[in-house]
């Protein structure tokens, strides 16, 4: 593959010889399918120079993180690593963030890469551009509340999730060795916020604790000693999703024993717990801060770019930006027109690879000098996964003759082909049984919950 050049000049324009450079930033679902993708069919043909600027050095389905967080998989067994991913499938991968953007120039600017002991691992640098993908996904809004940077965890990357795992079983190892009665706040788990990440991460949280102090930590009552609580602001959880899943979802969750608290807006959140407007202090060993996205915050004013009030950069039914016509913005980062709906397309996995798929095709279009086509969002439904014991949702489409209830056994099956379809997308459909059955093999031998 051709090497792409650190410059371009004042017009963008390639010199004579060099591919359509193309730059992705941001390895999140979207970004990653769509350079592996434009890797396997422009790349590889020399039709185009693909890069993908990513900060992290593997991908991880980011759906998947509250299971992280409560240790029921090992991020090591399912990350993606980039360098390899890259070299599979002809495109290249460069380390780094993105901080600035020349669009005139056509230069994305990327900060310098330092390690965990301070030590320089990449200088600052530009990468050149004839079209730019921007597919940075989404940051937790935390709308200012005090504390919640200093006493709260945040599940926005897998990093993030381990550590709450660690903690998670650090006091659990805590209160099983120390010889008097638990603390007021010990073993009791704060959850604000009651979207899917919230109201998943509850139900996979009460199956992991049980199982973890199954192995031989005796002096913990699960039953008696963990609480878990739900806060949601608003008057029902999974406000985003139809009323019939929330419904199910709360009766599910309450019978487990999750205490599930609607129209309660957090104020506060400190060592001691949480703090509600109604002044009740919830006390919490554990908070998980699950309440709001936002894109970055870099991308506010970058270099003129059109963004709404939590970021987003606005991009027309193409997904180019509406400033220019060599930017696009795809995922969660980008505020997409939902056509024949009022509004804009909602923050999902789903519509995330709807638009890299798209892309796909219309970025060769782009390179033949051919008009682009609309995207149009399909909604497929929603499912929310209860842990082992039960999913429920609803399937879209003339697949299903409009709009399917299902729970249960089918549910689950679904919810699982999700994340099974992104793997396809990635890997293909050979590599990807392959690992799926390898992985029932190890599992077996493997304890059913991380226990480090």
Known sequence: MPAAPNASPPSGTPSAGVPHRIVIVGGGAGGLELATRLGDTLGRKGLAHVTLIEKSRSHFWKPHLHEIAAGSIDLHVHATDYLAQSFWHGFR??????????????????????????????????????????????????????????????LETPAHAERFHRKLVDACLRAHMQEGPLGPNQLQVAIIGAGATGVELAAELHKATRTLVSYNLENIDPERDIRLNLIEAGPRILPALPERIAVAATELLVGLGVKVHTEARVTAVTDAGVRLASGELLPAELVVWAAGVKAPEFLKDLAGLETNRINQLVVRPTLQTTLDDAVFALGDCAAAPWLGHQGTVPPRAQAAHQQASHLVRQLRRRIEGQPLADWRYRDFGSLVSLGEYSTVGNLMGALVGGNLWVEGLFARAMYKSLYKMHQVALHGYWKTAVGSASRLLTRSTEPRVKLH
């Open 93 to 154: 991968y460069r380390l780094g963030e993105m901080v600035g953007l020349d669009r005139e120039r056509r230069l994305v600017h990327v900060a310098p890469v330092i390690d965990d002991d301070g030590a320089p691992v990449t200088a600052p640098y530009t990468r050149a551009y004839d079209t730019l993908v921007i597919a940075v996904g989404s940051r937790t809004n935390d709308f200012g509340t005090p504390g919640v940077a200093e006493h709260a965890i945040a």
